[in-house]
Structure formats: structure tokens, C-alpha cells
């Protein structure tokens, strides 16, 4: 069954260091990956994604994703951390069952420090 | 840009009522899909409709129930409340073939 891991409950950077949320996938056949971000009490927005082509996706607010195929992950980086990018981030993994749907990784809570 | 809307946002019920949440998804939307969001838990497939039709099941309760109308608009029903029931719970929409789901804010449901 497809599924993503997020081996972090919670990361700690500071403000203006470089930052990484980690997610490893367990797929069979081609892995549709994705990232999404939730502020409190809010929805889940979306970040960026793979479906194919170049390992690096750029997404919004400065986030980036690398598909790393051999190390079957998908970490979040981003080269320059902010306060405002304190929030809860998921990593997802469309289950093609015909039709679509995501399950999501348990998630990670940044923290990101003036 | 139109997003999805959730209603109510908030609701607070006593055990053994029943509540009900509507979706209304992004027009030209074929999908809607729920999800339900514990107290620090990651979002739970219920389920999904497509075109109208049910397309896919999570792990939603027998007491729950759910419906895609002619207008796309969705709804969860809830009954036999439990405390348990107390969670977020979210409609996100999307284009099937397209992967990516867009979200409503949510519906914060209380048990008491």
C-alpha cells in the first residue's frame, strides 16, 4: 500500500537558516508526492508536488522538494527560513485506486525562531 | 479565485445528536473528497464522490453518511455522536486527474 513517513514530530531552525522537513515514501509503481501546510486552526494549503520530470520541484513561498528515487524521499527544503513558516507540514501520497485520493504522513511541526 | 467553502465552522453538539456539514467545492470541480482531523492527528480519509457518485471509502463510520447533490455541493452526515467524533473535519475538491486537492478551511466539530 502507498504510504509516506515523516520520521519528525517537530523541527527547530532559526530565522535565516537553511531548513529541511523530511518524508520518505513506500510506493508501488511511479510515486505521485506532495506537499501541504497547515497554520492553526486553518486548512491544509498546497505546496508543491511530483508527478514526473525534474527531481527538483519549486512550490510556493520559497519551498522547494527533491525526489530522491534510490533514497525513496521527498524532503522539504527551503534555503532561508522565516518566523510566518512556523506551521504544521504534511507530506501526501495520491493512492491511485482509480480515483484519487491522498493519505497523508502524520506530520511535522517547524518551528522557526526570531 | 473561488475556494472551497465549509459550513458551518464551528459547531458544538451533546452526545447522541446529529450534525451536518456542507461542502461546496471549486466550480468545474468534479471531486470532492472528506477528510477528519483529530486533536494533533494527520488528516483521515472518509470519503469521496466523484461525478455525484461515491468513489472511494475510508474508514468512516457506519453512523456517518455522506452525499454529492446536482449542484456539486456536498454533505456529511453525522449521527449517534460520540465523544470521539470531535475533530476538524475537511472538504477538499479537485479534478480528478489532476493530484492536487484544494481545501476548505474546515469544520470544527465539539462533542460534548
Known amino acids: 500500500a502507498q504510504s509516506v513517513a515523516q520520521p519528525e514530530d517537530q523541527v527547530n531552525v532559526a530565522e535565516g537558516n537553511p531548513l529541511t522537513v523530511k518524508c520518505t515514501y513506500s510506493?508501488?509503481?511511479?510515486?505521485?508526492l506532495f506537499w501541504y501546510v497547515q497554520y492553526p486552526n486553518r486548512g491544509l494549503q498546497f505546496l508543491l508536488k511530483?508527478?514526473?520530470?525534474?527531481?527538483l520541484v519549486k512550490g510556493s513561498y520559497g519551498f522547494e522538494a527533491e525526489f530522491n528515487k534510490s533514497q525513496t524521499s521527498f524532503h522539504l527544503k527551503k534555503p532561508s527560513a522565516l518566523v510566518s513558516d512556523s506551521a504544521l507540514y504534511f507530506c501526501?501520497?495520491?493512492?491511485?485506486?482509480?480515483?484519487?485520493?491522498?493519505?497523508f504522513g502524520t506530520g511535522t511541526r517547524l518551528l522557526v525562531s526570531p | 479565485a473561488a475556494g472551497v467553502i465549509q459550513s458551518p465552522r464551528h459547531l458544538i453538539k451533546e452526545k447522541r445528536e446529529t450534525a451536518t456539514l456542507k461542502c461546496y467545492p471549486i466550480?468545474?470541480?468534479?471531486?470532492v473528497y472528506w477528510y477528519q482531523q483529530g486533536p494533533g492527528q494527520d488528516p483521515q480519509f472518509l470519503i469521496s464522490?466523484?461525478?455525484?457518485?461515491?468513489?472511494d471509502k475510508g474508514s468512516i463510520p457506519d453512523r456517518f453518511s455522506a452525499q454529492q447533490f446536482s449542484d456539486y455541493h456536498s454533505e456529511l452526515n453525522m449521527s449517534s455522536l460520540e465523544l470521539g467524533d470531535s475533530a476538524l473535519y475537511f472538504c477538499?475538491?479537485?479534478?480528478?486527474?489532476?493530484?492536487?486537492?484544494?481545501f476548505g478551511e474546515g469544520s470544527r466539530l465539539t462533542v460534548l
Open positions: 477538499a475538491s479537485s479534478l480528478v486527474f489532476t493530484g492536487e486537492l484544494f
Open positions: 511530483y508527478i514526473t520530470g525534474d527531481n
Open positions: 466550480p468545474r470541480h468534479d471531486t
Open positions: 501526501a501520497v495520491i493512492m491511485n485506486t482509480g480515483f484519487q485520493k491522498l493519505v
Open positions: 464522490f466523484y461525478e455525484k457518485m461515491q468513489s
Open positions: 510506493v508501488s509503481g511511479n510515486p505521485y
